[in-house]
């Protein structure tokens, strides 16, 4: 197995491949976020530790790049002590896992093997339909160029939809994604806010995006007209 550590403190650099390569692994080590971006671009790995705070580019552009370029190597990010907001921003941008700094070198590896069993499969923070584009980490939602102000809830039914873009979801298969359990009200509501939502990402645009299944539900074109 392979992995990559973009780490600048040279340090704790060191001591992670030294222990990685105790273990099995071939281990390369980049000290700034551009190296590290080029190096995971043209190699093959099995996983990346990558650090936040980098010079050149920091952890999060790196992360956001490769997930971006569709490369889904697994990411475990290393965060400051106490950062949760650094946690959140981390897997909202595309990383698997994290762990705080000083971490236990025992739990990276443990982390790093859970990882590469689950393997490298696609999990986009960002997803795409023609010209719409819906950003999960930055809870943001564009038709080309222009911003599209979303409710929560109207957010989560797009974000159902553009999943699943090209098949005819019911309303009741949308109701139990975006609603939890206690919801015992009208299925219509789908029908509302799929209004809502055809208000906003099609009509200004001239678009047809959001389609009607007759006596199945609703749909959104793959290729977003």
């Known amino acids: 197995m392979r992995i990559l550590v973009i780490e600048d403190e040279e340090v704790i650099a060191r001591a992670v491949q030294r222990g990685l390569r105790a273990d099995g692994f071939a281990v390369d080590i980049a000290g700034?976020?551009?190296d590290g971006l080029w190096m995971a671009r043209e190699h093959h790995y099995d996983a990346i530790v990558l650090d936040i705070l980098l010079p050149?580019?920091?952890g999060f552009r790196v992360c956001r790049q490769l997930r971006e370029e569709a490369n889904w190597t697994p990411i475990l990010m290393l965060?400051?002590?106490d950062g949760e907001l650094d946690e959140a921003e981390a897997l909202d941008t595309g990383a698997d896992d994290y762990l705080v700094k000083p971490f236990s070198y025992v739990v990276l590896v443990a982390r790093l093997r859970a990882l590469i069993r689950?393997?490298?499969?696609?999990r986009p923070s960002a997803l795409r339909a023609g010209s719409l584009l819906l950003d999960r980490a930055s809870h943001r939602c564009s038709r080309g160029d222009v911003d599209i102000s979303l409710t929560p809830r109207e957010f989560s039914?797009?974000?159902l939809l553009m999943s699943r873009a090209g098949e005819a979801l019911s309303k009741r298969?949308?109701?139990e994604h975006v609603?939890?359990?206690d919801f015992d009200g009208d299925g219509n509501i789908v029908e509302v806010y799929v209004g809502y939502l055809r208000r906003k990402l099609d009509a200004p645009f001239g678009c047809h995006s959001l389609e009607t299944v007759r006596g199945v539900g609703y749909r959104l074109s793959p290729d977003g007209g």
């Open 118 to 122: 689950r393997g490298a499969g696609e």
């Open 32 to 34: 700034d976020g551009q």
């Open 179 to 181: 609603w939890d359990e």
């Open 173 to 175: 298969e949308i109701i």
């Open 79 to 81: 965060t400051a002590k």
């Open 56 to 58: 050149g580019m920091n």
């Open 157 to 159: 039914i797009l974000e």
